[in-house]
Protein backbone atom coordinates (compact mmCIF):
# COMPACT_ATOMS: atom_id res chain seq x y z
CA UNK A 1 0.00 0.00 0.00
CA UNK A 2 1.44 3.60 -0.71
CA UNK A 3 0.83 6.56 0.97
CA UNK A 4 -0.34 9.61 -0.63
CA UNK A 5 1.97 12.44 -0.26
CA UNK A 6 -0.18 16.10 -0.60
CA UNK A 7 2.51 18.54 -1.92
CA UNK A 8 1.03 21.75 -0.31
CA UNK A 9 3.87 23.51 -1.22
CA UNK A 10 5.42 23.41 -4.57
CA UNK A 11 8.18 20.19 -4.82
CA UNK A 12 11.59 20.60 -5.54
CA UNK A 13 13.29 17.64 -7.53
CA UNK A 14 16.05 17.89 -4.20
CA UNK A 15 12.91 18.00 -1.78
CA UNK A 16 11.49 14.71 -3.02
CA UNK A 17 14.91 12.99 -3.34
CA UNK A 18 15.20 14.09 0.58
CA UNK A 19 11.91 12.90 1.56
CA UNK A 20 12.24 9.59 -0.18
CA UNK A 21 15.82 8.50 0.56
CA UNK A 22 14.64 9.54 4.19
CA UNK A 23 11.32 8.19 5.08
CA UNK A 24 12.34 4.93 2.80
CA UNK A 25 11.92 1.73 4.11
CA UNK A 26 15.00 0.94 6.22
CA UNK A 27 15.49 -2.91 6.33
CA UNK A 28 17.41 -2.22 2.68
CA UNK A 29 20.94 -3.61 1.43
CA UNK A 30 23.32 -1.48 0.48
CA UNK A 31 23.34 -0.23 -3.07
CA UNK A 32 19.65 -1.42 -3.44
CA UNK A 33 17.13 1.40 -4.37
CA UNK A 34 15.12 2.59 -2.30
CA UNK A 35 11.58 1.26 -1.34
CA UNK A 36 9.38 4.11 -0.45
CA UNK A 37 5.87 3.76 -1.39
CA UNK A 38 5.19 7.26 -1.70
CA UNK A 39 2.88 9.16 -4.07
CA UNK A 40 3.23 12.59 -4.62
CA UNK A 41 -0.45 14.29 -5.70
CA UNK A 42 -0.46 18.28 -6.15
CA UNK A 43 -3.92 18.62 -8.17
CA UNK A 44 -7.11 16.20 -7.57
CA UNK A 45 -6.70 15.43 -11.44
CA UNK A 46 -4.07 13.23 -10.17
CA UNK A 47 -4.76 9.84 -11.38
CA UNK A 48 -2.21 7.31 -10.85
CA UNK A 49 -2.57 5.62 -8.00
CA UNK A 50 -0.23 2.00 -8.31
CA UNK A 51 3.12 3.67 -8.99
CA UNK A 52 5.04 5.09 -6.20
CA UNK A 53 6.44 8.80 -7.14
CA UNK A 54 10.33 7.31 -7.30
CA UNK A 55 11.86 11.02 -8.59
CA UNK A 56 10.67 14.06 -9.98
CA UNK A 57 12.78 15.41 -12.84
CA UNK A 58 11.73 19.90 -12.05
CA UNK A 59 9.88 21.32 -9.74
CA UNK A 60 6.37 20.23 -9.30
CA UNK A 61 3.77 23.21 -8.83
CA UNK A 62 1.30 22.73 -6.55
CA UNK A 63 -2.68 23.63 -6.57
CA UNK A 64 -3.12 23.47 -3.11
CA UNK A 65 -0.25 26.05 -1.90
CA UNK A 66 -3.67 28.01 -0.24
CA UNK A 67 -5.80 25.22 0.34
CA UNK A 68 -7.55 25.65 3.69
CA UNK A 69 -7.42 22.17 5.93
CA UNK A 70 -11.40 20.92 4.87
CA UNK A 71 -10.21 21.32 1.29
CA UNK A 72 -7.04 18.94 1.67
CA UNK A 73 -8.82 16.53 4.09
CA UNK A 74 -11.85 16.93 1.36
CA UNK A 75 -9.30 16.11 -1.52
CA UNK A 76 -7.59 13.10 0.12
CA UNK A 77 -11.32 11.70 1.14
CA UNK A 78 -11.85 12.51 -2.85
CA UNK A 79 -8.87 10.55 -3.85
CA UNK A 80 -8.12 7.69 -1.75
CA UNK A 81 -11.64 5.87 -0.79
CA UNK A 82 -12.03 5.04 -4.80
CA UNK A 83 -8.40 3.74 -4.43
CA UNK A 84 -8.59 2.17 -1.57
CA UNK A 85 -6.93 -1.00 -2.89
CA UNK A 86 -3.61 0.55 -3.24
CA UNK A 87 -3.43 3.38 -1.38
CA UNK A 88 -4.05 4.18 2.46
CA UNK A 89 -7.04 5.32 3.62
CA UNK A 90 -6.66 6.31 7.06
CA UNK A 91 -3.45 8.65 7.38
CA UNK A 92 -1.32 10.97 4.88
CA UNK A 93 0.98 13.32 4.48
CA UNK A 94 1.68 16.98 3.43
CA UNK A 95 4.72 18.87 2.48
CA UNK A 96 4.79 22.24 3.03
CA UNK A 97 6.42 25.56 2.78
CA UNK A 98 8.53 24.57 6.09
CA UNK A 99 9.41 20.96 4.99
CA UNK A 100 12.63 21.97 3.18
CA UNK A 101 13.97 24.06 6.29
CA UNK A 102 13.03 21.82 9.01
CA UNK A 103 12.75 18.47 7.03
CA UNK A 104 9.15 17.26 8.48
CA UNK A 105 6.26 16.49 6.94
CA UNK A 106 3.12 16.45 8.64
CA UNK A 107 0.86 13.28 8.75
CA UNK A 108 -2.53 12.89 8.94
CA UNK A 109 -3.69 10.22 11.21
CA UNK A 110 -8.05 9.30 10.64
CA UNK A 111 -9.51 7.22 13.26
CA UNK A 112 -12.85 6.80 14.54
CA UNK A 113 -14.62 7.11 17.73
CA UNK A 114 -17.80 5.50 19.08
CA UNK A 115 -19.51 7.76 21.69
CA UNK A 116 -22.51 6.44 24.20
CA UNK A 117 -24.94 8.62 25.03
CA UNK A 118 -23.58 9.30 28.65
CA UNK A 119 -20.31 10.25 26.54
CA UNK A 120 -17.57 7.37 27.57
CA UNK A 121 -16.61 5.77 24.57
CA UNK A 122 -17.31 2.21 23.51
CA UNK A 123 -15.70 0.12 21.03
CA UNK A 124 -18.66 -2.12 19.15
CA UNK A 125 -17.76 -5.09 17.87
CA UNK A 126 -18.33 -6.76 14.09
CA UNK A 127 -22.80 -6.80 14.57
CA UNK A 128 -23.16 -4.67 17.34
CA UNK A 129 -27.10 -4.31 17.29
CA UNK A 130 -26.71 -1.07 19.77
CA UNK A 131 -28.19 1.80 17.88
CA UNK A 132 -27.77 4.67 20.37
CA UNK A 133 -23.99 5.18 19.46
CA UNK A 134 -22.29 8.61 17.74
CA UNK A 135 -19.42 7.77 15.31
CA UNK A 136 -16.86 10.17 15.41
CA UNK A 137 -13.85 10.86 12.84
CA UNK A 138 -10.62 11.96 14.84
CA UNK A 139 -8.23 13.69 12.41
CA UNK A 140 -4.48 14.04 14.31
CA UNK A 141 -1.84 15.81 13.02
CA UNK A 142 1.76 15.19 13.54
CA UNK A 143 4.96 17.02 12.63
CA UNK A 144 7.50 14.16 11.93
CA UNK A 145 10.97 14.36 10.58
CA UNK A 146 11.96 12.73 7.21
CA UNK A 147 13.89 9.78 9.17
CA UNK A 148 10.76 8.97 11.38
CA UNK A 149 7.71 9.12 8.45
CA UNK A 150 8.13 5.00 7.73
CA UNK A 151 8.47 4.31 11.53
CA UNK A 152 5.05 6.51 12.40
CA UNK A 153 3.11 5.33 9.01
CA UNK A 154 3.66 1.39 10.39
CA UNK A 155 2.63 2.72 13.84
CA UNK A 156 -0.81 4.59 12.56
CA UNK A 157 -1.76 1.28 10.74
CA UNK A 158 -0.77 -0.60 14.48
CA UNK A 159 -2.52 2.46 16.48
CA UNK A 160 0.99 2.30 17.63
CA UNK A 161 0.93 5.09 21.21
CA UNK A 162 4.68 5.99 20.40
CA UNK A 163 3.59 8.32 17.34
CA UNK A 164 1.78 10.19 20.26
CA UNK A 165 5.26 12.49 20.87
CA UNK A 166 4.55 13.98 17.25
CA UNK A 167 0.79 15.05 17.92
CA UNK A 168 0.09 18.73 17.19
CA UNK A 169 -3.36 18.67 16.70
CA UNK A 170 -6.30 16.69 16.91
CA UNK A 171 -10.02 17.86 15.78
CA UNK A 172 -13.12 15.82 16.14
CA UNK A 173 -16.06 15.72 14.28
CA UNK A 174 -19.45 13.45 14.76
CA UNK A 175 -20.06 11.88 11.22
CA UNK A 176 -23.80 10.77 12.39
CA UNK A 177 -26.07 9.82 15.33
CA UNK A 178 -27.16 6.35 15.85
CA UNK A 179 -30.41 5.66 16.72
CA UNK A 180 -33.53 7.41 18.09
Given amino acids: MNNLVFAAHDVTPELWDDFVR ?4 PEQKPGEKP ?6 VHSLS ?9 RIDAT ?3 DWASATWKELKDAFLTLAEPNSTT ?7 LLDKQSPRDRKAIMIEKTREWILPGGEKYWPLPYDT ?4 RKVTIWKRH ?11 SAMLAFGAEIEMYIEDVTKEVDEEIGP
Fill in 22 to 25: AAAF
Fill in 35 to 40: IAPYIL
Fill in 46 to 54: HSDFRSETE
Fill in 60 to 62: VKT
Fill in 87 to 93: VHTNSFI
Fill in 130 to 133: RDDL
Fill in 143 to 153: RVPFEKVWEVS
